[in-house]
T-cell receptor, first 114, second 109 residues
């Protein structure tokens, strides 16, 4: 257990569905992240929130919409996804004012888009 | 540009030693992470190197050469449970992580 939880662990959705991924961190960190992990590719940073404010959006399509209501919770709202969006979506948290910025990861949500 | 390179896959024998290399190019480099990720699980932290040299933690050691843009992870006395992917990540000037694609390590009896 890393102190970061994600739900659901697995999700299958059609291209017209709307769903949300949830992440919660119990570590008192001030930064949270969404990553996409596809087979044999580097982790792709999608969004970064520092103190609940979005500081990074790495050219992510608008069909992915993040929400950070407080420093412990992070959501990723999904709508009209494409089959190529099928991947493992990882949430992470860190304490950004520590020099190392070590990130702690949740177990991920395995998303399949049909 | 920013780039992290590491081998895609390596195979080693139980009880042996294996070295996983990583080369990096990041703007404003601060340090280098190694994470372990078992299939279907979250990446977990192994090491963080800021200074040149070797840091040892039990069976695992990590080395950094800032002048060469090079790091390696050394795993000794390999066990079957060490079969996993090993992710190298460099930090840029904002301490943002730039990730490699990971090295899948297969341990054979």
């Amino acid at each position: 257990e890393t102190g970061v939880t994600q739900t659901p662990r697995h999700l299958v959705m059609g291209m017209t569905n709307k769903k949300s991924l949830k992440c919660e961190q119990h570590l008192g960190h001030n930064a949270m992240y969404w990553y996409k992990q596809s087979a044999k590719k580097p982790l792709e940073l999608m969004f970064v929130y520092n103190f609940k404010e979005q500081t990074e959006n790495n050219s992510v399509p608008s069909r992915f919409s993040p929400e950070c209501p407080n420093s412990s919770h992070l959501f990723l709202h999904l709508h009209t996804l494409q089959p190529e969006d099928s991947a493992l979506y990882l949430c992470a948290s860190s304490q950004r004012d520590r020099e190392s910025n070590e990130q702690f990861f949740g177990p991920g949500t395995r998303l399949t888009v049909l | 540009g920013q780039n992290i390179d590491q081998p895609t896959e390596m195979t080693a024998t139980e009880g042996a030693i294996v070295q996983i290399n990583c080369t990096y190019q990041t703007s404003g480099f601060n340090g280098l992470f190694w994470y372990q990720q078992h299939a279907g699980e979250a990446p977990t932290f192994l090491s963080y190197n800021v200074l040149d040299g070797l840091e040892e933690k039990g069976r695992f050691s990590s080395f950094l050469s800032r002048s060469k843009g090079y790091s390696y992870l050394l795993l000794k006395e390999l066990q079957m449970k060490d079969s996993a992917s090993y992710l190298c990540a460099g930090t840029d000037s904002n301490y943002q992580l730039i990730w490699g694609a990971g090295t899948k390590l297969i341990i054979k009896p």
